[in-house]
């Protein structure tokens, strides 16, 4: 299966996945086109989204995916990627390093299972590479277990795991791959990727 990937812009790529977001229950508090704009303005990000057909009416593409990515500072204004670079700091290495960071993303649930994600990450992956990215960083909660399965099948390793006392289902999961050569020659997925307007 081929996956039709797009990459969109700044603006028009943070309205589509505000709109995205809606189809996704299990984020509490979804993200608006400002908040990610604002997060994006300034720093190397991308933003891609897997479209497919209905099975009911081919004709018509929908998008059933998405992952933003943006470069993750050692020196961070923003308070949470601030935190977030303070609580990596004795696990990921920054000085004189590109690091990526892959903040949001998700699959529409009736579309899981089918691949689309995977074909977001290994897209991810190459651009990272082609701009010079040493390594990429996600964090997620215990509860997450759909994502947790994924991250580990495209073998991202744990680098911390930080315990909510109260309950374990909301801890943090903190993992990490390295953006090497053999990670683009382990890439199983086909894509087509085009420009969004």
């Not at 720093?43 to 009911?56: F, G, V």
């Not at 994502?147 to 580990?152: Q, S, W």
């Amino acid at each position: 299966m081929e996956y039709l990937i797009k990459q969109y812009p700044l603006e028009t790529g943070a309205l589509e996945i505000q709109y995205i977001e809606e189809y996704f229950g299990e984020f509490p508090r979804k993200k608006t086109a400002q908040e990610i704009t604002d997060r994006l303005r300034g720093r190397e990000y991308l933003i891609l989204m897997a479209e497919a057909s209905l099975p009911d009416d081919t004709g018509t593409v929908v998008p059933v995916s998405f992952k933003v990515v943006h470069e993750l500072h050692e020196r961070e204004e923003e308070p949470k990627l601030r935190d977030l670079v303070l609580r990596l700091k004795d696990r990921v290495r920054f000085d004189g390093r590109k690091v990526l960071y892959s903040w949001i993303g998700g699959t529409r649930r009736d579309w899981r299972g089918q691949g689309h994600f995977r074909a977001l990450t290994e897209e991810s992956e190459a651009w990272a590479h082609t701009c010079g990215f040493h390594e990429v960083v996600v964090k997620t909660k215990n509860r997450f277990y759909d994502m947790r399965g994924t991250l580990d099948q495209l073998q991202f390793d744990v680098v911390k795991y930080e315990i909510d006392p109260s309950d374990n289902r909301e801890s943090k999961v903190y993992l990490s791959k390295q953006l090497t050569t053999d990670v683009l020659l382990a890439h199983t997925s086909a894509r087509t990727v085009v420009f969004a307007d």
